[in-house]
């Protein structure tokens, strides 16, 4: 059995269309559009722009958030291009299985688990966190933990995560909609911001607009470059200020738009996925862009980059505080907290429909791909995920890990860039409602460019990353390998194909040898 066998795209419609683990169509243009901006704008946004201003960008951070979401936006096209021609859950593992092969799929999906897992338990330890922060604006104080003598729970995550976890097992239509209410208040509180911190802005503020290069003084780039893998590797000197700052910059705020790729995760919940998907994720996209860009010209413009920079962990609220707008700091606290709810919804959904399509297939238990008749969603997957991603942010220290949520999203964004490209010379009879621009050159720019991204983060996390991939390896020879369905006769399911269907399979050169013989089976 070759490790690099392809799974062909009828078997993974066929798969999606089998009784009992079926997904309801529910979601609109306007659903996934208000879902990317859900899961992309949490508190960070009130954060991450401040830090990329005062240690690398200056006033041209803007500009460094327009490099990372065209950066972003190459790789949701390539993400578009396959949800369009295989709109069924699991993302970036299903159109990895479909070009490169089983072993290549399971380490991605393996890769989407730790993204989706971390980025849930770490988001909903901060929910918590800052939960307290709004209840102390009114006067009640509440400590985020409770001492339970042999551990520590902080309580604010498992209130978050099961009410969301019950949401989800109670509908995607219904979750969306809790989610859509929440992020319509999170974008007004955005607007707000941005508004009040244009009454303060100083032209001067913003010249020039990059900054000249300095020598780095103190520690303010390690979180980017100075304790990179690409630093480690080659005794690159870290970057502030100047173009080099802005690129800098870029790297760092980059991570603001990680979670569009959870988007794509929906494709098999979509009415109509050839023309909501790619509507959906563009919009969101753009209208992340255009708040991040908000927030942070907004930022610059009311002070300085260099006070900015002389506070140790710079915010928005810094701003305010530094001209004189402390209340400011309690709207900031407030969209924080209403930021990260949705976030976890978001990530939750996604983490689960990952673990559905992986089930399908049989890399992990088939059993728990199954799906309730009545809701049309995968209660068994929803309430398990729910639980452990609960247990760990109420009783862990996972932020500890936060990186590792950047290296998963990476890792599967190079992976969907490339195979793409191989996607188009497999199976070239397959018609895209969408096609990324430009050929290959796309493509190919869209892998180098998070392929550099993945070098700026630090060793620490690489080598992390390292012991996550080899229990992944572990996990698939000892299981999944043997458990996959390609091992099993496809043959009934073959059978029920179309014509059509069953003359484009013999035609997909990725089916044999393998596929050709399932059939013959």
């Given at each position: ?53 005062a ?20 790789a ?41 897992f ?68 999170k ?172 089930s ?11 799906t ?5 969603t ?21 932020d ?58 630090a ?24 458990h ?19 003359a ?7 089916a ?10």
């Amino acid at each position: 059995m070759s490790l690099f066998r392809t799974k062909p795209v009828e078997s993974f419609l066929a798969d999606a269309a089998e009784p009992g683990r079926q997904l309801k169509r529910t979601l609109n243009t306007w659903d996934l559009m208000i879902m990317g901006v859900a899961v992309s704008v949490g508190a960070g946004i009130f954060s991450v722009g401040a830090r990329a201003a005062a240690n690398f960008s200056g006033p041209a951070v803007t500009l460094s958030f327009v490099i990372a979401a065209l950066t972003c936006a190459m790789a949701i096209m390539c993400y578009a291009e396959f949800a369009t021609a295989i709109p069924v859950a699991g993302s970036a593992y299903v159109f990895s299985y479909a070009t490169m092969g089983e072993f290549i799929a399971w380490i991605i999906g393996w890769n989407l688990i730790l993204e989706l897992f971390t980025a849930a338990a770490v988001i909903a330890k901060y929910w918590g966190i800052y939960l307290t922060e709004v209840f102390q604006l009114v006067g009640v104080h509440l400590s985020p933990t409770i001492d339970l003598g042999i551990v520590t729970m902080s309580w604010g995550p498992l209130l978050i995560v099961a009410l969301f976890t019950l949401l989800l097992v109670m509908g995607t239509k219904l979750s969306a909609t809790v989610g859509n209410v929440f992020t319509i208040i999170k974008i007004a509180v955005v607007l707000f911001v941005i508004v009040a911190g244009l009454f303060y802005l100083k032209v001067e503020n913003l010249i020039p607009f990059i900054p000249d290069a300095v020598p780095v003084s103190g520690d303010g780039t390690t979180e980017v470059l100075k304790q990179s893998l690409f630093a480690f590797a080659t005794g690159a000197a870290p970057a502030q200020y100047g173009i080099s700052g802005v690129l800098a910059g870029a790297a760092l705020v980059f991570f603001a738009f990680v979670g569009f790729d959870v988007v794509a995760t929906s494709a098999e919940e979509v009415k109509n996925p050839s023309k909501t998907l790619p509507r959906g994720i563009f919009a969101g996209l753009a209208l992340t862009t255009l708040l991040y860009i908000g927030v942070s010209f907004a930022l610059t413009g009311m002070v300085s980059y260099k006070d900015l920079a002389a506070v140790e962990t710079p915010t928005l609220a810094t701003a305010f505080s530094l001209v004189g707008n402390d209340g400011a700091a309690s709207v900031i606290a407030v969209g924080s907290l209403i930021g990260l709810t949705t976030v976890v919804m978001v990530l939750l959904m996604g983490l689960s429909r990952v673990v559905l399509a992986i089930s399908r297939d049989g890399l992990l238990p088939h059993s728990l791909s199954k799906t309730s008749a009545k809701r049309g969603t995968p209660v068994r997957i929803t309430v398990i995920c729910g639980t452990l991603v609960a247990l760990v942010a109420g009783f862990t220290r996972v932020d500890v890990l936060e990186e590792m949520i950047n290296i998963g999203t990476l890792s599967a964004f190079v992976m969907v860039s490339l195979g793409i490209i191989v996607l188009r010379r497999k199976r070239p009879d397959l018609k895209p409602s969408f096609r990324v621009p430009f050929g290959p050159v796309i493509p190919i720019v869209s892998a180098l460019l998070c392929t550099y991204l993945m070098l700026n983060l630090a060793v620490e996390t690489w080598l992390y990353f390292v012991v996550w991939l080899a229990v992944g390896v572990i996990i698939y020879f000892a299981y999944g390998r043997g458990h996959s369905r390609l091992n099993t006769k496809y043959a009934d399911q073959f059978a029920a194909m179309a014509p059509g269907a069953m003359a484009a399979t013999a035609k997909d050169d990725s089916a044999k040898p393998e596929d050709s013989e399932l059939v013959a089976k």
